[in-house]
């Protein structure tokens, strides 16, 4: 089955700054690659999204890059706030079934 | 649009009983919806995918005896825990697509806490 891999498990940076996660998947099959921000005890919410015909998806101040070759994908988000501090999960589908990576603990410092 | 619903938000029940949770897409009908586990800190564990009218699809290690999944409905799946156990205690979510490719619309989530 497909395996999603996320790096780092943690990340802090200071407010302003970029924070970047990266997630690599292991089945070539695998076209949708969604990332969502989930904060404590809630539902986790779509940030943004890229589908395997495309390389690049930018809204606002996040972004995503997605690698075919390589198989990796990439969260960026840019100008960071005290307010996206979150965890992050990175996710692949196929055929409709999603595999999830472990997550990402974002935490911005004012 | 795209809201997804799930009863109980939280449940606390004796270990032995069994507990229902239902999973509502309220302003569309989904073709699939999926059930999560999540365990504090954590990534979503897919459970089993649930398809209107036929039987779920469970991931490898899931019980399906124990977890009983119907979708009776395209907008209604429950997912029924039986003769629960402390180990069943986690943070179950629900998620809904209206067709294939679309985006998942996550539900709230469910905390079943089992004594």
């Known amino acids: 089955g497909e395996n999603v891999e996320q790096h780092p498990s943690t990340l802090s940076v200071q407010e302003g700054d970029s924070a970047v996660i990266k997630c690599t998947y292991s089945?070539?099959?695998?076209?949708?690659f969604p990332w969502y921000k989930q904060e404590l005890g809630k539902r986790p919410q779509l940030i943004i999204d890229i589908r395997s015909n495309v390389g690049e998806k930018k809204d606002q101040r996040i972004a995503v890059t997605l690698n075919k070759t390589a198989k990796h994908f990439s969260l960026h988000i840019t100008e960071t706030q005290p307010e996206d501090s979150a965890v992050y999960f990175c996710?692949?589908?196929?055929?409709?079934?999603?595999?999830f990576g472990d997550g990402t603990t974002l935490t911005v410092k004012p | 649009g795209a809201v997804v619903s799930q009863h109980p938000s939280w449940v606390i029940c004796k270990s032995g009983t069994s507990v229902k949770i239902e999973c509502r897409s309220l302003d569309f009908q989904a073709t699939t919806m999926f059930w999560y586990r999540q365990f504090p800190k954590q990534s979503l564990m897919l459970m089993a995918t649930s398809n209107e009218g036929s039987k779920a699809t469970y991931e490898q290690g899931v019980e399906k005896d124990k977890f009983l999944i119907n979708h009776a409905s395209l907008t209604l799946s429950t997912l029924t825990v039986t003769s629960a156990h402390p180990e069943d205690s986690s943070f179950y979510i629900c998620?809904?697509?209206?067709?294939?490719?679309?985006?998942?619309?996550f539900g709230p989530g469910t905390r079943l806490t089992v004594t």
């Open positions: 089945d070539s099959a695998s076209n949708y």
């Open positions: 996710a692949a589908f196929k055929s409709g079934k999603s595999t």
């Open positions: 998620s809904a697509v209206r067709s294939r490719g679309d985006e998942q619309y």
